[in-house]
DNA sequence: AAAAAAC
């Protein structure tokens, strides 16, 4: 199946293949001709499978045609999170370059002035958030009588925000003709009551196992004391080729502190979460996205439909509180059929949590616990977390910041690392703590900056040649952990990557 | 319990 199969316009298709794709993914297969046809559709899909394109592309080539007017925009999407709105608008740009089509962001944290402008010019698109969308129209400055297109995004998540009664409101305010989509990652009775009203006969396509997480993504639960999570977590961003790494946690506070005790223990981490302004959180954001940092500390605005590309890892400094949390946050690892890993530290407090968690995925989650039998704090951390100004002055000795996200396409392997003995590393890292790191022999360092690495070092025996640009953007993990664990070390859930060896398991709770 | 979303 290609996409010159789904019946999108040639100048489509150049954009699509500019942008690197050939094969459209099952939600596209399925969803594309059928919203070409002007048919209403019901997508259950996760985030991560395609679901944007499957909208975006046949709604450029239906607004191809036809022309806007002043406050009547033509079509409207709305989405739960001003950072998905964002990302769509990003998707109509990526997509869009070879059709001329007008485009609004109607999102909250930003002036209306540009916006207002925007709906007076008249825009073919429209890409909203409920509170900015609702406010807008309160002031007459949007008429919606013209969007004969409607897309409904995240609608679970849009009712886990409240944000139901909104959407049914803005429904009645559009033409009774009209073409609606809806998108949700599970159907729960609401959901399907709002379909049922709003939707005409749609089509329904599935493409994955309601609130089942991903079987790319590896989970493990990583038992310890609430005063052991930050040393605990440290211990686990270094004990891997974190590439790209989440980490949530349940309170803003929370994120607040986590972030600046990884950025004083050397991670390039950064932050995100509900209380910044929204300059910030873009600009966060896109820090993160460059590969500027590699570590995003998040609450859950970031939790669901987040697109990063390469986030080899997922950390749950808290385990959240409702099990759907757990699935949107592990899903922004593991995305595009790339493997990645999710880590959850659980306290004895947070076991019922888990529980839940697993009755809803129906997959039990292995546990496991740091092979030294105290992950305490190395005693360099636990000076640069108590003393801050002692350690200032060392700051040029400080682990070695994780290599970025390499940009798209650029080539990731790198010589197997051999793992330092897990018995030394405590005697290791009090060595650390006197010396300068860079004294430290090289192999064991696993932070050490890949661009430092001579880069055929040592041949890959596994490693077949390396895939094109497209291929592996398609199908290739692209951050693959690096340690190879025996054959026998983890259980078989279907999963075929590699079990961290660093890791001893405990099994059961 | 928390976070998100409008000013």
């Known amino acids: 199946m290609n996409f010159a199969d789904l019946g999108l316009s040639d100048e489509l298709l150049r954009a699509v293949t500019d942008a690197g794709y050939t094969e459209p993914t099952p939600i596209q297969q399925q969803a594309i001709p059928s919203v070409l046809m002007g048919k209403d559709l ?9 679901k944007t394109a499957a909208f975006v592309l046949p709604m450029i080539d239906i607004l191809g045609e036809g022309r806007t007017r002043a406050l009547m925009p033509r079509s409207l999407i709305l989405e739960p999170t001003r950072e998905l709105a964002a990302q769509v608008a990003e998707n109509f740009e990526k997509y869009g370059t ?25 825009v073919d698109v429209l890409i909203a958030t409920p509170g900015r969308l609702m406010d807008l129209f309160g002031r007459g400055k949007i008429l919606l009588t013209g969007c004969s297109l409607l897309v409904i995004d995240e609608a679970d998540r849009m009712l886990d925000m409240g944000f139901i009664p909104d959407i049914e409101e803005i429904c009645t305010k559009l033409p009774k003709q009209r073409q609606t989509l809806l998108f949700s990652a599970t159907m729960p009775p609401v959901i399907k009551k709002l379909a049922d009203k709003f939707l ?15 079987v790319n993504i590896r989970q493990f639960v990583v038992q310890c004391a609430a005063s052991d999570k930050r040393s605990v977590l440290r211990e686990l961003l270094r004990a891997e080729e974190v590439t790209t790494a989440i980490v949530f946690s349940n309170r803003k506070t929370t994120v607040r502190d986590l972030n600046k005790s990884l950025q004083k ?15 910030q959180r873009i600009a966060e954001l896109e820090r993160f996205k460059r590969g500027d940092v590699n570590i995003l500390v998040a609450s859950d605005v970031a939790a669901r439909g987040l697109d990063v590309k390469g986030v080899s890892h997922v950390y749950n400094f808290d385990a959240p509180w409702h099990p759907d949390d757990y699935v949107h946050r592990i899903g922004r690892t593991g995305r595009g059929g790339a493997t990645g890993i999710a880590y959850t530290l659980v ?9 839940e968690i697993e009755k809803l995925t129906g997959h039990k989650i292995e546990r496991v616990k740091l092979a030294g039998a105290k992950p305490a704090a190395t005693p360099d951390e636990v000076e640069a977390e108590e003393a801050p100004k002692r350690s200032r002055g060392r700051r040029g000795a400080k682990p070695a910041p994780e290599q970025s996200a390499p940009a798209e396409g650029v080539e990731t392997t790198q010589p197997e690392r051999e793992p330092a003995p897990r018995e030394e590393r405590p005697r290791q890292d009090r060595t650390r703590d006197r ?16 661009a430092e690495r001579p880069r055929d070092e040592r041949p890959r025996e596994e490693q077949p040649r390396a895939p094109q640009r497209e291929e592996r953007a398609r199908s290739e993990p692209r951050h693959e952990p690096r340690r190879r664990a025996e054959s026998n070390d983890g259980p078989d859930d279907g999963w075929n990557g590699p079990v ?10």
């Open 435 to 450: 010396a300068p790191r860079r004294d430290t022999p090289r192999e064991e360092r696993p932070r050490d900056a890949r």
């Open 98 to 122: 070879h059709h001329k089509l007008s485009m609004a962001l109607l999102i909250g944290g930003v002036q209306m002035g540009d916006q207002v402008k925007a709906l007076e010019k008249g």
């Open 347 to 355: 306290t004895p407090e947070d076991a019922e949590n888990i529980s």
């Open 500 to 509: 961290p060896d660093f890791l001893k398991y405990t099994l059961g709770a």
């Open 42 to 50: 019901v997508g259950i899909a996760q985030t991560g499978t395609g």
């Open 265 to 279: 223990s050397g991670f390039r981490s950064t932050e995100i979460h509900g209380d910044m302004e929204q300059s």
């Open 200 to 214: 005409d006969n749609p089509k329904r396509i599935e493409v994955a196992r309601p609130a089942s997480a991903n």
